[in-house]
Structure formats: structure tokens, C-alpha cells
């Protein structure tokens, strides 16, 4: 059983989006731990009233955070309880895609983890988005000697037995980059295969507010201190 980690904060519109198909896509197969980073609007309202329409009976457990943590915070959440042989994380916000996360577990046959890269980032992210993403990649690369071909993709899936081996220290959005810096030092048996990002269905992406960025930033030093 894979456990996929849903972490949301004010994402009630989204989340009448996402969660029908989601569950349909999910079934019995997959384990749902949605993490509640205290949202102040009806997204948690939303979330059981959808639960409540399934036509099956869902494996899933709910966290809720009482006030804004971080999404490395509503990851570490959510590992302390998964119970799935591998873990992944999907955006609330429909950017990410459940039939990608879905296709890529038949790759687990043959490698320990799977990592995504954007093969559409041409048509859904500006031009300076896709520039600064790639100075952030070849930076990290460099500095921490990896070679991953993207370093913020959620849908990764890894062996929960080796996530929970390594110190996932960020609080904020730079834990993506993180894990896929320290998880590569844990195996070499990585395939990297693309996937189709969406568009934020409604609301502000949360990754580019100024409290995400000096997040990063702090997360980063952190991280960065620690490899010396």
C-alpha cells in the first residue's frame, strides 16, 4: 500500500475539486492521510463532506495542525503515522495529478524510488518561474553533489523505511528539495520519469508568499550548516 500525504491550508474550492477524483483514483489501494495546516476557511467542511459521499470505504486519516506550521511540518505529520510501504505527497491546489502518482507505482517493481520532473513547464510556468527553477536545481546540484532532474516535485515516491532513516529538518517548502538531496545519498536505484503539472484550479500559490520564501531561505541555511 502506498500512503499519500494531502497536506492543504485554506483550500476549501480546491479541495471540491480534487477529492472526487481522487478517491476514484485512489480506492482501497492507496492510504489518505490529509494533514490540516490549521486552515481558517471550510476546508476541513469540505474535505468530510466528500468523504462522506464515497461510495466505498476509504483508507484514510486526518491531522490537524492548529495553526500554520509548513508543509516539512505536515510532512514529518503524516510519516509519524503512515502506514504504507511507500509515501508520497499530492497538492491540495490541483497542480499535481493523481493518475501520474497512480501509473509511476509499477516502477517500484524495478527501483526503490521514483522522482518526478515537469515535461510541461513550457506551457504552465512563466518564463522567469522556469528560470529561477533552474537556477535553484543546478545550484543545489552542485552544492550538495546530486543530480536530480527536478527538485520540488510533491508526487515523488519513496520507501517509507529510508525517508524515516534520514533527518528531514525544513519546516517550509525547501523540504522537497531536501529529502530528494538526502535520499539520493540512501540509493542508487532512482528513476526519473515526467509528468503533466496543472494549473492552480483557484486562490494564490502559497510557495511564492513572503513567509514561504524566508522559509526557504532559513530552511536552506539550515540544511546548508549541516552538510559542512
Known amino acids: 500500500m502506498i500512503s499519500i500525504i494531502i497536506p492543504f491550508l485554506n483550500e476549501a474550492d480546491n479541495l471540491r475539486i480534487l477529492l472526487p477524483n481522487l478517491l476514484k483514483q485512489a480506492g482501497n489501494q492507496f492510504e489518505l492521510i490529509f494533514v490540516n495546516d490549521g486552515s481558517t476557511d ?21 491531522i490537524e495542525h492548529e495553526r500554520q506550521s509548513g508543509i516539512g511540518v505536515a510532512y514529518r505529520s503524516a510519516l509519524a503515522v503512515a502506514k504504507g510501504s511507500h509515501v508520497c505527497m499530492l497538492a491540495s491546489d490541483n497542480e499535481d495529478n493523481i493518475e501520474d502518482i497512480v501509473k509511476a507505482v509499477k516502477f517500484l517493481r524495478d527501483y526503490d524510488v521514483v522522482m518526478f520532473y515537469n515535461a510541461n513547464s513550457f ?24 543530480k536530480a532532474l527536478y527538485l520540488n516535485a510533491m508526487g515523488n515516491l519513496y520507501p517509507i523505511g529510508a525517508i524515516k532513516r534520514i533527518e528531514i529538518s525544513s519546516n ?41 520564501l524566508l522559509m526557504i531561505i532559513a530552511d536552506y541555511l539550515k540544511v546548508n550548516f549541516a552538510a559542512k
Not at 476541513?44 to 486519516?61: G, I, R, S
Not at 506551457?123 to 546530486?146: A, D, E, T
Open 123 to 146: 506551457k504552465v510556468r512563466s518564463r522567469f518561474r522556469r528560470l529561477v527553477s533552474l537556477i535553484f536545481r543546478s545550484y543545489l546540484n552542485y552544492r550538495f553533489g546530486v
Open 172 to 212: 517550509g517548502f525547501f523540504c522537497l528539495a531536501e529529502i530528494v538531496i538526502k535520499i539520493s545519498g540512501k540509493t542508487n536505484s532512482i528513476v526519473h520519469i515526467p509528468r503533466t503539472l496543472g494549473q492552480r484550479s483557484s486562490g494564490n500559490d502559497k510557495a511564492l508568499t513572503l513567509r514561504s
Open 42 to 62: 471550510t476546508s476541513e467542511k469540505v474535505l468530510f463532506q466528500e468523504l462522506k459521499k464515497c461510495k466505498f470505504d476509504p483508507h484514510y486519516q486526518y
